[in-house]
């Protein structure tokens, strides 16, 4: 079975749209519960304030306090969870889930694409991410919402849950 941690991480990768080596540098000094955000001293585009959503702040609150590191990579461990073990893992859940086709990085880019299709912008979206250049986000722009498609599928919409209750 997979490493309860890695579930965590996961999660929380799905949520915060982290590359996976953010995840496993987040570290209890760096959070900060009143503002929602965990400060990474490092990254691929260097310091990093990671915004959470309730849903990751959540999972955060669960998580057990042993040592700096908030995903250890082993319940009494000083160390931080690494991207060997949460890539073994993660071959684990793809082959007892069918996901064959899906990376762990896919994860960065569902986010992503959520946000893109929930109408924030393409600067948000990429400040959300820890993206150095703009043109880095760009790639999230075909799913950029067309305004009136989204007027006419929220008319018929109302307009068939009308017709539904017999009007």
């Given at each position: 079975?997979?490493h309860?941690?890695s579930?965590?991480?996961?999660?929380?990768?799905?949520?915060?749209?982290?590359?996976?080596s953010e995840?496993?540098?987040?570290r209890?000094?760096?959070?900060?519960?009143?503002?929602?955000t965990?400060?990474?001293?490092?990254?691929?585009t260097g310091a990093?304030?990671v915004h959470?959503?309730?849903?990751?702040?959540?999972i955060?609150k669960?998580?057990?306090?042993v040592?700096?590191?908030?995903?250890?990579?082993?319940?009494?461990?000083?160390?931080p969870?690494n991207n060997?073990?949460?890539n073994?893992d993660?071959h684990?859940?793809?082959e007892?889930?069918?996901l064959?086709?899906v990376?762990?990085h896919?994860l960065?880019?569902?986010f992503?694409?959520?946000?893109v299709?929930?109408?924030?912008?393409?600067?948000?979206?990429g400040?959300?991410?820890?993206?150095a250049t703009?043109?880095?986000?760009?790639?999230?722009?075909?799913?950029a919402s067309?305004?009136?498609?989204?007027?006419?599928?929220?008319?018929c919409g109302?307009?068939?849950?009308?017709m539904?209750?017999g009007?």
């Amino acid at each position: 079975s997979w490493h309860k941690t890695s579930i965590a991480a996961f999660r929380l990768l799905l949520l915060t749209g982290c590359r996976s080596s953010e995840v496993c540098a987040f570290r209890w000094d760096g959070l900060n519960m009143d503002f929602g955000t965990i400060r990474l001293a490092d990254s691929k585009t260097g310091a990093k304030t990671v915004h959470l959503g309730q849903a990751a702040l959540e999972i955060v609150k669960r998580l057990p306090k042993v040592g700096a590191w908030m995903l250890p990579s082993k319940p009494d461990d000083q160390k931080p969870l690494n991207n060997f073990s949460l890539n073994n893992d993660w071959h684990k859940i793809q082959e007892a889930l069918g996901l064959q086709d899906v990376r762990i990085h896919d994860l960065r880019h569902t986010f992503a694409s959520w946000a893109v299709m929930g109408g924030q912008s393409l600067p948000v979206t990429g400040a959300l991410l820890g993206h150095a250049t703009p043109q880095t986000t760009n790639r999230y722009a075909h799913f950029a919402s067309n305004p009136l498609r989204e007027a006419a599928n929220m008319v018929c919409g109302e307009i068939a849950r009308a017709m539904g209750r017999g009007a």
